[in-house]
């Protein structure tokens, strides 16, 4: 087996053991409309995690994009209680300033050969301060526009509600996939998390690249920023504290290595699928905190990290061995 693919199919099994557990416990986790419930509870967390997954899959990090996130909510319902603009112009304003001040982290940490880590922690208290500044208060969102969107679903079998913000995460995981996976784009990707020297040998435009990356991450960031507002009915500066770090956690636990190079956006997936059975579980059961989430999410990025350095160490290996037998 590809050492690279393991991490994946570890994900695989670890989210069908869960769920397997799950439905044994609770006949009803099976149940359509819980699948919903899970797809629509998280998918601005797995939006934002596509994004990470880019960034980290080129051996960056980003920790804007729950400062971001809480930004476009905010924004959104400020922007929409203030003025008469219609929400989808407000909402592709905001996607362009979210892309720019993503694709503007990225031309920083090339140009200046910052690190990513120092850049984007700026973007991440810029982003919660712009915020702070729009509004300190929780500004709920009151549009017909909005009830729309929160009324549309497709009724799955078993009366189970896949919705607007569901089915559009479901369509950025596919999008992301086909980018990482069939685009020279996403070529280049995995090529500057092999190494910026080799990347730059090879002929990839590291700058253009880097730029694309984090503009890409600001975009879908913005995005998650919308769906969250659709899902909340409103904008909060103190939104989304934290949201960074589940997403990194959903991308490592989805097999992605944080050194980049390798890694699948399905991966972040399903990792973004078991924090939330994890959440759903807890909900089922009623005597467990929700703290146990955070501690289960603890033991597999302990148990994850553990593996990609086992698999680093076996690639290093069978490397040399190679290089031994050409040698002769």
């Known amino acids: 087996?590809?050492?690279?693919?393991?991490?994946?199919?570890?994900?695989?099994?670890?989210?069908?053991?869960?769920?397997?557990?799950?439905?044994?416990?609770?006949?009803?986790?099976?149940?359509?409309?819980?699948?919903?419930?899970?797809?629509?509870?998280?998918?601005?967390?797995?939006?934002?995690?596509?994004?990470?997954?880019?960034?980290?899959?080129?051996?960056?990090?980003?920790?804007?994009?729950?400062?971001?996130?809480?930004?476009?909510?905010?924004?959104?319902?400020?922007?929409?209680?203030?003025?008469?603009?219609?929400?989808?112009?407000?909402?592709?304003?905001?996607?362009?300033?979210?892309?720019?001040?993503?694709?503007?982290?990225?031309?920083?940490?090339?140009?200046?050969?910052?690190?990513?880590?120092?850049?984007?922690?700026?973007?991440?208290?810029?982003?919660?301060?712009?915020?702070?500044?729009?509004?300190?208060?929780?500004?709920?969102?009151?549009?017909?526009?909005?009830?729309?969107?929160?009324?549309?679903?497709?009724?799955?079998?078993g009366k189970g509600r896949l919705t607007l913000i569901g089915g559009l995460m479901a369509l950025v995981v596919l999008m992301g996939m086909l980018v990482a996976h069939r685009t020279k784009f996403g070529t280049n990707v995995y090529a500057l998390g092999g190494g910026l020297q080799t990347a730059k040998l090879m002929g990839v435009p590291v700058g253009r690249t880097m730029i694309r990356i984090y503009g890409m991450s600001g975009f879908l960031a913005g995005l998650a920023g919308i769906v969250f507002s659709i899902y909340t009915s409103a904008g909060y500066p103190l939104a989304t504290v934290g949201v960074e770090l589940d997403a990194i956690a959903a991308v490592v636990i989805g097999g992605t290595l944080l050194t980049g190079g390798a890694g699948f956006v399905f991966g972040t997936f399903i990792g973004v699928m078991i924090m939330g059975l994890i959440q759903t579980y807890i909900i089922f059961d009623g005597t467990l905190s929700s703290w146990w989430t955070k501690i289960v999410v603890g033991?597999?990025?302990?148990?994850?990290?553990?593996?990609?350095?086992?698999?680093?160490?076996?690639?290093?290996?069978?490397?040399?061995r190679a290089r031994l037998r050409e040698t002769g």
Request: charged share 10%.
């Open 1 to 157: 087996m590809n050492t690279r693919t393991l991490p994946l199919m570890a994900t695989i099994a670890i989210f069908l053991v869960a769920y397997a557990v799950c439905y044994a416990q609770f006949p009803a986790m099976l149940s359509t409309r819980v699948i919903g419930n899970l797809m629509t509870d998280n998918a601005f967390l797995g939006i934002v995690a596509v994004g990470m997954t880019f960034v980290i899959l080129s051996g960056g990090i980003d920790l804007s994009v729950g400062s971001v996130v809480a930004f476009s909510g905010v924004f959104i319902a400020v922007v929409l209680r203030d003025t008469s603009l219609p929400p989808l112009l407000v909402f592709a304003l905001l996607l362009v300033m979210t892309t720019a001040f993503g694709a503007c982290m990225g031309a920083l940490i090339h140009y200046l050969e910052m690190p990513p880590f120092i850049v984007t922690l700026a973007g991440m208290f810029l982003a919660r301060g712009a915020a702070y500044v729009l509004t300190l208060d929780s500004v709920p969102i009151d549009h017909a526009f909005f009830d729309q969107l929160q009324g549309m679903y497709y009724l799955m079998p």
């Open 299 to 320: 033991i597999l990025l302990f148990s994850f990290i553990v593996l990609q350095k086992a698999l680093v160490w076996i690639s290093s290996r069978e490397r040399a």
